[in-house]
């Protein structure tokens, strides 16, 4: 089971960071990542950590303003969202695949959280 949290509304350039609680792992290999999808698109990969190597990879769209990051003793994800722009607003999910090496494919993603809104506003 994966629980997001920390979505909300902010202003043009402006921060949130969201993060994913695991449940249900019983070990550290698996990745996660983080996907969004807005009104009328396609899910898009944003990015992904590996639990266990702490390799990570992300869309060109948010390189340089996104950092994923993780806690394995807490057993929780984070996405840092700065410098937001309103082609960032979507629904964010988290995701965990078993496996070591992190990917934005959402197909091969079996465990899903249930989403938390990210609106930005110009």
């Known amino acids: 089971q994966l629980v997001e949290s920390g979505g909300g509304s902010v202003q043009f350039g402006g921060s949130l960071t969201l993060s994913c609680v695991l449940s249900?792992?019983?070990?550290?290999?698996?990745?996660i990542a983080w996907f969004r999808q807005a009104p009328g698109k396609e899910r898009e990969g944003v990015s992904s950590?590996?639990?266990?190597?702490?390799?990570?990879v992300y869309a060109d769209s948010v390189k340089g303003r996104f950092t994923i990051s993780r806690d394995n003793a807490k057993k929780s994800v984070y996405l840092q969202m700065n410098s937001l722009k309103p082609e960032d607003s979507a629904v964010y999910y988290c995701?965990?695949?078993?496996?070591?090496?992190?990917?934005?494919?959402?197909?091969?993603?079996?465990?899903w959280g249930q989403g938390t809104q990210v609106t930005v506003s110009s």
């Open positions: 249900g792992f019983t070990s550290d290999d698996y990745v």
């Open positions: 995701a965990g695949d078993r496996g070591v090496t992190p990917g934005l494919t959402a197909v091969v993603y079996d465990y």
């Open positions: 950590i590996s639990m266990s190597t702490d390799s990570k």
